[in-house]
């Protein structure tokens, strides 16, 4: 048999997939997160709404779920929980009927307050600076993903 230039790519690895590592730094996330939430009762998502909304409040499902990468459908549950727990209120916007605005509560708001028990930065085990370079870096990943996703539509 004549040896051949190709040789046969090896199967890759696991370890070796960029989507991979960033599913599991997300479940690693959640595991991190998980403690810290639980006392507040709040689960990630229920975390990152009342986030989103400490950023901007009186805002519509829409706009919000938006922000959030959620569909209404998704979403809905999420806020009429968060309602029921007293931390936001929902309500029809009275210019535009059709739409439902979020409104951070008192106490929704008084969560703000604990956002340094809330934060992971230490535990990332990053410098600061490699902190905010490696943020930079995945959402300029996902932006480029959903740009690439809409381009082939």
Do not use: H
């Amino acid at each position: 048999m004549k040896p051949t230039d190709k040789t046969p790519a090896a199967t890759p690895k696991l370890s070796d997939f960029l989507c991979f590592a960033v599913y599991s730094a997300n479940l690693a996330f959640g595991k991190a997160y998980k403690p810290v939430l639980e006392q507040l009762g709040l689960t990630y998502t229920q975390f990152i709404t009342i986030v989103a909304l400490w950023e901007d409040d009186n805002q519509t499902v829409g706009s919000l779920g938006e922000k959030l990468f959620l569909e209404s459908n998704t979403l809905t549950p999420i806020l009429k929980k968060l309602e029921a727990m007293g931390y936001l209120q929902r309500q029809r916007d009275p210019e535009d009927e059709r739409q439902v605005r979020i409104r951070l509560t008192k106490e929704g708001r008084q969560l703000r307050e604990r956002r340094a028990e809330l934060s992971l930065a230490g535990a990332t085990g990053l410098e600061s600076d490699e902190f905010v370079q490696l943020q930079q870096s995945v959402v300029a990943l996902r932006n480029n993903l959903i740009r690439s996703v809409k381009d082939r539509e």
